[in-house]
């Protein structure tokens, strides 16, 4: 089929909204540039019926955070059955879910930490599991919600109950995993290399330090040994295949190699909508592996496709 025309899905209305903003316009600028016809749509509830009368041949979906990464735009372009980019229903309302996301992963022999699922109106007033631990929201993007706990912490935070909190209802309690950031990036049927984050001025990798200029460095290839980098790569290959992934996805990783090379290796999570903005992972890892942006873009857009 022609593959001509292609709208940029962006913006939608998550809390992730301006790095959507930010990857779509750097995706539909790149998309031009390949000489594609372009529409850029920032999304709303009309989205159906804005696509039904457009009829674009492909949608290179840039959202981020529910509704665009959570299996609910997925639905929309199947119903419709216009071909579209990253994974498909399932894997994406599962990867979106961390809890369930992390069973599946372990399930297939990916390594993931010690973790509970807790109500946050019900969250105990002692310390759920022996801190250092790490408390997120179950289905939220970009560090959103995350909250370290300290050794030194009498009690559990306050905030998870708290009318500032706006991250649903239910929470992951995780044991705290100390070591390198690590992430590797999965295209098609192959792992892409390894970046190292390593944060600057921040505690960790969290909002402002993935998007922020300059909040972190990024290390590629990762200063680690070939033994860890290529474990690393098949991990994260695992995962991609384990929970359905298809397109590009990107996973995380904590290597704790303070007693030894060896160490701890600890998956994290997959994000099926990885970041497109200047200050991305994904397409470091692309332009390292010999693609300008523009032909990765235009990989994601020939890999389109439904039942995903």
Known sequence: ??????????????????????????????????????????????????????????????????????????????????????????????AMDKARAKRVAAAAGVPVAESQVLNRFSFPSEHPMKAPYVVKPVREGSSFGVVIVGEDQAHPPQVIGSA???????????????????????????????????????????????????????????????????????????????????GVSRSDFRYDDRFSEDGEIIWLEVNTQPGMTPTSLVPEMAGHAGYSFGAFLRWMVEDASCLR
Not at 51 to 68: I, Q, R, T
Not at 167 to 194: A, K, S
Not at 221 to 235: E, F, G, R, V
Request: glycine residues 10%; negative net charge; charged residues 25%.
């Open 1 to 94: 089929m022609s593959r001509e025309h292609v709208a940029v899905l962006m913006g939608g209305f998550s809390s992730e909204r301006p790095v959507s903003l930010s990857s779509g316009k750097a995706c539909a600028d790149a998309l031009e540039g390949e000489g594609f016809k372009v529409t850029r749509i920032d999304v709303e509830r009309d989205i159906s019926e804005k696509l039904s009368a457009l009829k674009p041949d492909v949608v290179f979906n840039a959202l981020h955070g529910p509704f665009g990464e959570d299996g609910t735009i997925q639905g929309i372009l199947e119903y419709l059955q216009i071909p579209y980019t990253h994974s498909g229903v399932l894997a994406s309302a599962l």
């Open 164 to 246: 500032e909190w706006r991250y649903g209802e239910e929470v992951i309690v995780e044991r705290y995993i100390h070591g390198r950031e690590l992430t590797c990036g999965v295209m098609g049927d192959q792992p892409m290399d390894v970046i190292e984050v390593v944060p600057q001025g921040h505690n960790f990798y969290d909002y402002d330090s993935k998007y922020a200029s300059g909040g972190s460095k990024h290390v590629l290839p990762a200063k680690i040994s070939p033994k860890i980098y290529q474990k690393i790569q098949t991990l994260a290959l695992r995962a991609h295949q384990a929970i359905g992934c298809r």
